[in-house]
């Protein structure tokens, strides 16, 4: 978000897996690292803890109780090596409908987070009793939350959604959540630090691939799409489940298993346990190379499912700028990113498979292009860093906290369909020559509606009388509501203005007859538009997602989600489009109040 914290923090990061346990202090401004600590091979064979370049063995079967134990005992008589500390830092996998940005830890928020223990059973328990240790261990300093399901939480619908009745999903809020979003986050924002842009620039599928494992299609910085859904067992085959399954299949299991067994079975006993009787992908490789079929199949199936999920990812977001791998097996297996990327060329994917195999990255070289010279996508290894991003947002958190907040109210304006058109489609519309006619001066400078207005045409119906915005633009956009898309039977994806890469087109109609442009109708991302004074008096920046409330007669609202858009000419303002200011019933002259940036 580009925010500043105004002092380095001292961060404790607790990152707990479902096979391993990572601890690290960081400094937050800088990213760099004091002490760390982990333990690995959780519920394996062989099990072990490393602190620094020191390895120890612990015995098995070492589960996930057996396992915090172990780790705050190590912590308590490293006191000296450990230091001072601002505050420690929590990974939550699941923060269901409750959490959706980082939290302050106190006795009502974990009794919250325990309630949703069921829907992640690898997950949550593990890290709660971490919580709960560590909280007594490091009583006197504030403990925050960082929730995996958080950076999903921009899901459109279509990918949100279950096709289940209205009452179930909201009885049992019933949605996709996704997961490893502080890693595909954070892949996102380095993979365009990487490619020196903005990630609101790129489309990147993020391809998080461990013992659990997760694809998420980011799109201009915001996540679209993901593998896993309401719980983590959904998407990719993983260390040990199985991903994708039917659900008549899991039903004709339930006939002959108890729910316990069922439950064990999902979550420990499938995937690539349940194909190879191992999780390590790395054993499963040699096995493999020396003739084992079920360990060959294994491969071929994990693969599989990673590749369809990347065509699939591509689709959905009308192309891909960059694949980027990260986790345990994404930056260590060139055989697996080798055949996840087999026959992917279509795309314009081309691996460097001698760059694949060397690749490497470390804390010095975090990011590797493993991509051929002549490839469109760039593909990237990426060194997962889970800890300094958890470190960061509750930087951010605790330094808002100890600041004043910094509310503003800004002026709403609805902004109802329009279309702003090239020079070249008003002339075919209303004549060669023809200059618009100013209506009305709008508040952004320079900016007019006109007098003029045309009849928008798509495959279910129109719509009449839908004005022209003034001066010309370049390209063609046609604004609408989602009302308006059932209207014209258009499916137009939610961008900002300008944004109209793979976007639907529609049929315009004007006194001397029709056009049909072939893109460039959206539906207005809600957005603020400031000045860069307006910006820094408010402390925001361009491209952060805030939120605003809005104090009406009855109908109090907020939304989130809410774009900044920040230039010299733009004058303080909220747009919202009919729709949602229907929904908050908001009047002309009505204010909004603006939060933080989440």
């Given at each position: 978000m580009?925010?500043?914290l105004?002092?380095a923090?001292?961060?404790l990061a607790?990152?707990?897996g479902?096979?391993?346990t990572?601890?690290a ?6 990213g ?6 982990r333990?690995?091979g959780?519920?394996g064979a062989s ?5 620094g ?5 612990l015995s098995?079967p070492l589960?996930q109780?057996?396992?915090?134990d172990?780790?705050?005992?190590e912590l ?5 090596e ?5 505050a420690?830092?929590?990974r939550?996998v699941?923060g269901?409908?409750?959490?959706s940005a980082?939290?302050r830890?106190?006795?009502?928020v974990?009794?919250?987070l325990?309630?949703?223990?069921n829907?992640a059973?690898?997950?949550n328990p593990p890290?709660?009793?971490v919580?709960?240790?560590?909280r ?5 300093i504030?403990?925050v939350?960082v ?5 999903h ?11 289940l ?8 809020n019933?949605r ?5 979003g502080?890693s ?10 990487q ?5 609101q ?5 993020s ?5 659990g494992?997760?694809?998420t ?6 996540s ?5 859904g309401?719980?983590?067992?959904e998407g ?8 994708d399954?039917?659900?008549?299949l899991?039903?004709e ?7 316990a ?8 006993n499938?995937g ?11 054993a ?5 190379a020396?003739?084992d079929e ?5 491969l071929a ?8 999920y990347?065509g699939?990812y591509a ?14 097996v994404g930056?260590h297996s060139?055989?697996v990113?080798?055949r996840?990327?087999?026959r992917l060329?279509?795309l ?12 490497q990255v470390n804390?010095?070289?975090?990011i590797c ?7 469109r ?6 060194r997962?860093?889970e ?11 605790l330094a808002?906290a100890?600041?004043p ?10 902004s109802?369909?329009h279309a ?5 489609t ?5 004549g060669?020559g023809?200059?618009?006619?100013a ?7 320079g900016q007019?509606s ?10 279910r119906?129109?719509?009449?009388h839908?004005?022209?915005m003034?001066?010309p633009r370049?390209h063609?956009?046609?604004e609408i509501?989602r009302s308006?898309?059932?209207v014209l039977g258009?499916?137009?994806?939610v961008?900002?203005?300008?944004d109209l890469?793979n976007?639907?087109g529609?049929?315009l ?6 056009v049909t442009?072939?893109?460039g ?11 860069p004074q ?10 952060d ?5 809005i104090?009406?007669d009855g ?8 774009s900044?858009?920040?230039?010299p000419?733009?004058?303080l303002?909220?747009h919202l ?9 908001i009047?002309p002259?009505?204010f909004a109040v603006l939060e933080?940036?989440?």
């Amino acid at each position: 978000m580009g925010e500043s914290l105004n002092r380095a923090m001292r961060i404790l990061a607790f990152n707990c897996g479902s096979s391993s346990t990572k601890v690290a202090v960081i400094e937050s401004e800088s990213g760099g690292r004091s002490f760390e600590l982990r333990i690995e091979g959780i519920g394996g064979a062989s099990p072990k803890m490393v602190v620094g370049t020191r390895k120890v063995e612990l015995s098995p079967p070492l589960d996930q109780r057996a396992a915090t134990d172990t780790l705050l005992t190590e912590l308590r008589n490293r006191w000296a090596e450990i230091g001072n500390l601002d505050a420690v830092v929590h990974r939550v996998v699941h923060g269901g409908v409750l959490f959706s940005a980082p939290t302050r830890v106190d006795d009502g928020v974990l009794g919250k987070l325990s309630d949703l223990e069921n829907l992640a059973p690898l997950h949550n328990p593990p890290a709660i009793g971490v919580i709960r240790g560590a909280r007594e261990l490091f009583a006197n300093i504030p403990h925050v939350l960082v929730f995996d399901t958080a950076f999903h939480a921009t899901l459109p619908a279509r990918a949100r959604e279950y096709a289940l009745p209205a009452e179930l999903r909201t009885r049992y809020n019933i949605r996709r959540y996704g997961f490893h979003g502080i890693s595909h986050g954070d892949v996102a924002r380095r993979v365009a630090t990487q490619l020196r842009k903005t990630p609101q620039e790129l489309r990147v599928i993020s391809c998080h691939l461990g013992s659990g494992a997760s694809i998420t299609a980011v799109e201009y910085g915001r996540s679209v799409d993901t593998s896993m859904g309401m719980t983590p067992l959904e998407g990719l085959v993983m260390g040990t489940r199985a991903g994708d399954l039917d659900p008549g299949l899991v039903l004709e299991l339930s006939r002959n298993l108890s729910d316990a067994e069922l439950e064990i079975l999902l979550n420990k006993n499938a995937g690539l346990v349940g194909l190879t009787g191992s999780g390590d992908l790395q054993a499963i490789e040699h096995r493999a190379a020396e003739g084992d079929e079920a360990c060959r199949l294994a491969l071929a199936l994990y693969t599989h499912r990673i590749r369809k999920y990347i065509g699939a990812y591509a689709a959905v977001m009308g192309g891909v700028d960059v694949i980027a791998f990260t986790g345990g097996v994404g930056e260590h297996s060139a055989l697996v990113r080798h055949r996840c990327l087999q026959r992917l060329d279509f795309l314009g994917a081309l691996l460097d498979e001698e760059a694949n195999r060397s690749a490497q990255v470390n804390a010095r070289s975090p990011i590797c292009d493993v991509s051929r010279s002549d490839s469109r996508v760039r593909i990237l290894v990426v060194r997962a860093d889970e800890e300094t991003e958890m470190a960061r947002e509750a930087a951010l958190l605790l330094a808002r906290a100890e600041k004043p907040a910094r509310l503003a109210r800004v002026p709403v304006a609805i902004s109802a369909r329009h279309a702003h058109l090239s020079q070249s489609t008003i002339e075919k519309l209303f004549g060669v020559g023809y200059r618009l006619t100013a209506r009305q001066e709008l508040s952004q400078t320079g900016q007019f509606s006109a007098q003029e207005a045309v009849r928008l045409i798509g495959p279910r119906g129109s719509i009449d009388h839908v004005r022209l915005m003034g001066p010309p633009r370049a390209h063609d956009q046609v604004e609408i509501s989602r009302s308006d898309e059932f209207v014209l039977g258009i499916d137009a994806p939610v961008r900002i203005s300008g944004d109209l890469a793979n976007t639907p087109g529609v049929t315009l109609e004007g006194p001397l007859g029709r056009v049909t442009i072939a893109s460039g109708v959206i539906c207005a991302r809600r957005h603020i538009h400031m000045s860069p004074q307006d910006a820094v008096r408010l402390g925001v920046n361009d491209c952060d997602s805030v939120s605003v409330k809005i104090d009406s007669d009855g109908r109090d609202l907020t939304f989130n989600d809410v774009s900044v858009r920040v230039a010299p000419q733009f004058q303080l303002e909220l747009h919202l489009d009919t729709d949602e200011a229907n929904a908050a019933g908001i009047q002309p002259g009505d204010f909004a109040v603006l939060e933080r940036p989440r």
